[in-house]
């Protein structure tokens, strides 16, 4: 269902230019009619308000329960960043956060985890843009897993593609929480965008190419 905060989340995206509409071609090598890319926020005030939509989310879902959060490179370090900044100034919930490096570095302190080190029994959440394919939550696993016998509950992305995954008739999504155990949560899912399009009434050109793209590609 089309809320009116999922409504403007839709919006925000399409005013920072991270989601576009036209011919694009994902990581997993499929055609799609829109694309959603966070590499475009590139302002303070654009990261302030998206870590506010992350953070409502967090304390919708979670509240207080868990140790800390989790920003795989590279795009999810700004955004878990901007999370816990707005959890904190927004709600009072103060958590720790952390990263890691694609490589990892051998002189300081070393190591591939920057910022807080989760250690075990910890509960983290993690915080990422996307899942089209999953194939990045399972490089992040091993990565958190080094760090201790954590667990990994709830992540939590912009936008649920609900795409096909490995499995036919499973989505990504589906799939990493068979696999891992991770309940993922999207501020908004495809369904949403493509209703939102028709409420406009000013995307006829996009539309059947969503319904295709849905039809051939989605979970619904």
Same mark, same amino acid.
């Given at each position: 269902?089309?809320? $009116? ?16 509409? /036209?011919?694009?071609? @994902?990581?997993?090598?499929? &055609?799609?009619? %829109?694309?959603? &890319? *966070? /590499?475009?926020?590139? @302002? ?35 955004? !878990? @960043? !901007?999370? !816990? ?21 051998? =002189?300081? +302190? ?31 696993? $091993?990565?958190?897993?080094?760090? /201790? &016998?954590? +667990?990994?509950?709830?992540?939590? #992305?912009?936008? &649920? ?9 499973? *989505?990504? #999504?589906?799939?990493?929480?068979? +696999?891992?155990?991770?309940?993922? =949560?999207?501020?908004? @899912?495809?369904?949403?965008? %493509?209703?939102?399009?028709? +409420?406009? /009434? ?19």
């Amino acid at each position: 269902m089309l809320t $009116p905060a999922k409504k403007e989340f839709i919006e925000f995206m399409m005013s920072a230019d991270v989601l576009r509409f /036209g011919s694009f071609v @994902t990581k997993s090598g499929r &055609n799609t009619p %829109y694309f959603v &890319n *966070t /590499g475009n926020y590139r @302002t303070g005030g654009q990261i302030s308000r998206l870590g506010s939509f992350y953070a409502a989310l967090v304390k919708e879902t979670c509240g207080e329960d868990f140790d800390a959060m989790f920003g795989p490179a590279y795009k999810g370090i700004p955004l !878990a @960043t !901007a999370a !816990a900044g707005a959890l904190a100034r927004e709600f009072g919930i103060d958590k720790p956060y952390f990263f890691n490096r694609k490589e990892v570095k051998d =002189h300081g +302190e070393g190591g591939s985890i920057v910022g807080y080190k989760p250690k075990d029994g910890d509960r983290i959440i993690i915080i990422e843009d996307v899942i089209t394919a999953g194939t990045a939550v399972r490089e992040t696993m $091993p990565v958190l897993k080094a760090c /201790g &016998n954590v +667990e990994v509950r709830d992540m939590f #992305i912009s936008v &649920n593609r609900c795409e096909v995954g490995q499995t036919p008739g499973k *989505t990504a #999504i589906m799939e990493v929480q068979e +696999e891992f155990g991770i309940r993922v =949560h999207a501020l908004v @899912t495809v369904q949403d965008i %493509y209703e939102y399009l028709k +409420e406009q /009434g000013t995307y006829g050109e996009v539309l059947p190419a969503m319904e295709k793209y849905m039809a051939d590609y989605c979970v619904l």
